[in-house]
């Protein structure tokens, strides 16, 4: 091919790439498409099927990333969000389920959402279960936590505890966990009001940590207190567990470890390195 049979197929590349990412109504073409060869009506015409047909898998992708958020909103206010996500922030490969995690901070610019404050924190949590249900299974130990042993014969300075892959934590000031147990999925004949908890939490202006991690093909949300969510955030940090337990201590720590490894939140217990990681 000749330079200028490259430069020419570069133009051609680009204007297409604008005209599917712009963010204009379908009778507008973005600038420089006229002057390509053979773009006339035809063309056009299939450049609105190009771009409605990514704003149906941009809608898509989003709201099987993001379920208990399109439930809240609908699927009308995720097909508007998609597209507005698809045109600022592309997806930058062919997976789209790795796509859609600025759509919190979305919904948290938008004044027209601003009256459920609480949306943004339920489309992170939904992402962080997401990326859960992605993450690489963790390394099989020869006897549950490796490590383990450590916990006995080391002082907690000297450790640091590793967690499984996908393990995440979100604060936030609202019924977080609440509002996502309520949107999932109930047994049939069950008729039990199961929006009555998180209606209340959201009466209470309840503030709920939620904990996620996946357990097998499974992820799972737990709630932890403030105190075991401050500790578990400083050892997500890469803190000893000593500094953990002096400047975040949990409520219990044999609680918390216990739940911990009935959970499978730990993959490993490892001497702690000054300087590799937080001290």
């Known amino acids: 091919m000749t330079d200028n049979a490259l430069r020419a197929e570069a133009q051609r590349q680009a204007v297409l790439l604008a005209a599917l990412l712009a963010p204009c109504m379908p009778a507008e073409l973005p600038a420089g498409w006229a002057a390509l060869p053979g773009r006339g009506a035809k063309s056009a015409a ?36 998609a597209w507005r996500l698809w045109c600022s922030q592309p997806p930058a490969h062919g997976d789209l389920g790795g796509w859609g995690e600025g759509l919190a901070e979305l919904v948290a610019s938008l004044p ?6 609480y949306l943004p924190d ?5 992402w962080c279960v997401h990326l859960a249900s992605r993450a690489a299974d963790a390394a099989p130990a020869a006897e549950g936590v490796a490590g383990l042993g450590l916990l006995a014969s080391h002082a907690p300075d000297a ?28 047994a049939e004949g069950d008729n039990a009001d199961r929006f009555a908890a998180a209606r209340a939490a959201l009466a209470e202006a309840r503030g709920e940590a939620a904990l996620v991690c996946r357990s097998g093909w499974r992820v799972q949300v737990s709630e932890l207190s ?20 002096a400047g975040q201590p949990p409520e219990d720590f044999t609680a918390w470890l216990v739940r911990a490894l009935q959970a499978g939140w730990l993959q490993a217990v490892q001497p702690h390195i000054p300087g590799d990681t937080p001290s």
């Open 46 to 81: 299939g450049l609105q099927a190009y771009r409605g047909n990514a704003a149906a898998h941009a809608a898509r992708a989003l709201a099987d990333a993001h379920p208990v958020f399109a439930q809240l909103v609908g699927d009308e206010t995720v097909a508007a969000l």
């Open 112 to 117: 027209e959402l601003a009256e459920d404050a």
């Open 122 to 126: 339920v489309a992170r949590l939904d």
């Open 159 to 186: 450790l640091r505890l590793q967690f499984t892959p996908g393990l995440a934590l979100l604060a936030s000031r609202f019924p977080v966990v609440s509002i996502w147990r309520a949107h999932q999925p109930v």
């Open 226 to 245: 403030a105190a075991d969510a401050a500790f578990t955030t400083a050892l997500l940090a890469g803190y000893s567990l000593g500094r953990a337990l």
